[in-house]
């Protein structure tokens, strides 16, 4: 355990001024004051919107963004920039050469990955929250203060960290064998391509394919509603969410034992 948490205190220094770690920070602030600033200035299209309404528009300027395309292209360069500091220095071998476990130093590497993405979510989350409801003071027109919407928030979120580890697992090993860049983005861009034709046209299989997962936790998000707007459920784990979390404990695995038995360059 004290091998991992250097290994992983270790990522944080060496991380902290990439465009990795700030992507994880800035995108979602970027994104949100996009928002804040659509329904600042085009207020007067929300007013006769009923609070819990006016709350999913808001919501949904950075969900439409980041859960359909963002997402993944973001998880498919976080798996990189994680391993590209090696890879430009070329220290694989001195790092796999210290009198820590490759266990450690490959655990911490993926959590750290894992970290980011959980970081930018989460952030997405506050900044969420955070400028509805400073809307709700600067623009008192517009009511976000008369609806609480932070467990839903959270809870759509967090299925969308889940429905990302499929994805991450996948470009993160990629990544970690592969010191070309192009390489583990061409392919991850294809098969992201793929993964979202496949959820937007609804096949019926699409939930095996981890690279539809994000678009797919959107789409099986909320359960069907009969009852009034604000007996709303969302539906975390669905089948999509399972498959993602199974494919990235036997990809994150088996990673390791390919790390483990061949040279890293």
Same mark, same amino acid.
């Given at each position: 355990?004290? *091998?991992?948490?250097?290994?992983? &205190? ?9 465009? *990795? #770690? ?16 659509? #329904? ?36 498919? #360069?976080? *798996?990189?920039?994680? /391993? ?17 476990? &490759?266990?450690?130093? $490959?655990?911490?590497?993926?959590? $750290?990955?894992? #970290?980011? %993405? ?6 997405? %989350?506050?900044?969420?929250?955070? =400028? *509805? /409801?400073?809307?709700? %003071? ?6 976000? /203060? ?25 470009? =993160? ?7 070309? =860049? ?19 046209? @609804?096949?019926?299989?699409? $939930? ?14 909320? &359960? ?10 969302? /539906?975390?784990?669905?089948? @999509? ?15 390791? =034992?390919?790390?483990?038995? &061949?040279?890293?360059?």
């Amino acid at each position: 355990m004290k *091998g991992f948490l250097l290994s992983f &205190r270790s990522e944080f220094y060496k991380s902290r001024k990439t465009i *990795g #770690f700030w992507g994880a920070v800035l995108l979602p602030l970027l994104i949100s004051l996009l928002a804040l600033a659509i #329904f600042y200035f085009k207020s007067e299209k929300f007013i006769a919107m009923p609070a819990l309404a006016l709350w999913i528009q808001f919501a949904l300027v950075s969900l439409g963004v980041m859960g359909t395309l963002l997402l993944p292209v973001f998880i498919i #360069f976080i *798996g990189y920039s994680v /391993n590209s500091v090696e890879h430009r220095a070329d220290t694989w071998k001195t790092l796999f050469s210290l009198p820590i476990s &490759r266990w450690s130093v $490959y655990g911490a590497k993926f959590a $750290y990955a894992v #970290f980011l %993405v959980f970081l930018c979510l989460d952030l997405f %989350v506050l900044f969420t929250i955070s =400028f *509805g /409801n400073l809307l709700s %003071v600067i623009k008192p027109e517009l009511k976000f /203060n008369t609806y609480h919407l932070e467990w839903e928030l959270t809870q759509i979120y967090f299925k969308l960290f889940l429905s990302s580890l499929g994805v991450l697992s996948i470009q =993160f090993l990629m990544s970690l064998l592969w010191s070309d =860049f192009m390489k583990p983005m061409g392919i991850g861009l294809v098969l992201t391509i793929v993964g979202i034709t496949a959820a937007s046209k @609804d096949w019926e299989y699409a $939930y095996l394919m981890p690279y539809a997962h994000p678009m797919e936790a959107l789409q099986s998000m909320f &359960r069907g509603q009969k009852g009034p707007a604000r007996d709303i459920v969302i /539906n975390v784990f669905t089948k @999509d969410i399972y498959v993602s979390v199974a494919v990235a404990v036997v990809v994150f695995i088996a990673g390791y =034992f390919i790390v483990q038995r &061949r040279s890293v360059k």
